[in-house]
């Protein structure tokens, strides 16, 4: 016996409580499961309003898990691609540019562990922390080595 078709509230409701969605992200995967008639904006609007579906929350989801392992220009992309924009995007940027180095010092230490000893280990080091998108003066500063390791 088949299960019954969703409604495209149930689906939405759903996705929202396996984890955060932003309004864009949640509009597309709705998308695939409207019928004629359907108004995916309207329900959007609803979820919006009884705080179903919320941009802030989702922000703050996507970055916390994806701060550890990422510079600032990568999380700010993935949030820019999923339609957040604006003030909120300045806020979170401000608030990960404070953190950036000492994150890049910790992927770096988990990564590789110890300071390169020649050229070509410093730019295998540099290329991966400008691919994970930390800036080159967060990377530069990584690559040094944890401050506390010129105590030991």
Same mark, same amino acid.
């Given at each position: 016996?088949?299960?019954?078709?969703?409604?495209?509230?149930?689906?939405?409701?759903?996705?929202?409580?396996?984890?955060?969605? $932003? %309004?864009?992200?949640?509009? =597309?995967?709705? /998308?695939?499961?409207?019928?004629? +008639?359907?108004?995916?904006? &309207? #329900?959007? !609007?609803?979820?919006?309003?009884?705080?179903?579906?919320?941009?802030?929350?989702?922000?703050?989801?996507?970055v916390?898990?994806?701060? $550890? %392992?990422?510079?600032?220009? =990568?999380v700010m /992309?993935?949030?820019?691609?999923? +339609?957040?924009?604006?003030? &909120? #995007?300045? !806020?979170?940027?401000?608030?990960?540019?404070?953190?950036?180095?000492?994150?890049?010092?910790?992927?770096?230490?988990?990564?590789?562990?110890?300071?390169?000893l020649?050229?070509?280990?410093?730019a295998?080091?540099?290329?991966?922390?400008l691919?994970?998108?930390?800036?080159?003066?967060?990377?530069?500063?990584?690559?040094?080595?944890?401050?506390?390791?010129?105590?030991?």
């Amino acid at each position: 016996m088949p299960a019954p078709q969703l409604s495209l509230k149930g689906r939405a409701l759903r996705y929202l409580s396996l984890r955060e969605h $932003s %309004r864009l992200e949640l509009g =597309r995967k709705l /998308a695939r499961y409207a019928e004629e +008639g359907d108004d995916i904006e &309207a #329900l959007l !609007d609803f979820l919006e309003k009884n705080n179903w579906l919320s941009q802030e929350r989702f922000a703050e989801s996507l970055v916390n898990r994806k701060a $550890s %392992r990422f510079g600032n220009s =990568r999380v700010m /992309a993935e949030l820019q691609s999923h +339609g957040v924009s604006g003030d &909120a #995007l300045a !806020d979170i940027k401000a608030g990960l540019s404070e953190s950036e180095t000492a994150r890049a010092r910790e992927v770096w230490q988990r990564k590789f562990g110890r300071v390169a000893l020649d050229a070509a280990e410093r730019a295998k080091q540099m290329r991966f922390l400008l691919q994970r998108g930390f800036s080159q003066r967060a990377a530069r500063t990584a690559m040094q080595g944890s401050p506390d390791e010129d105590e030991l």
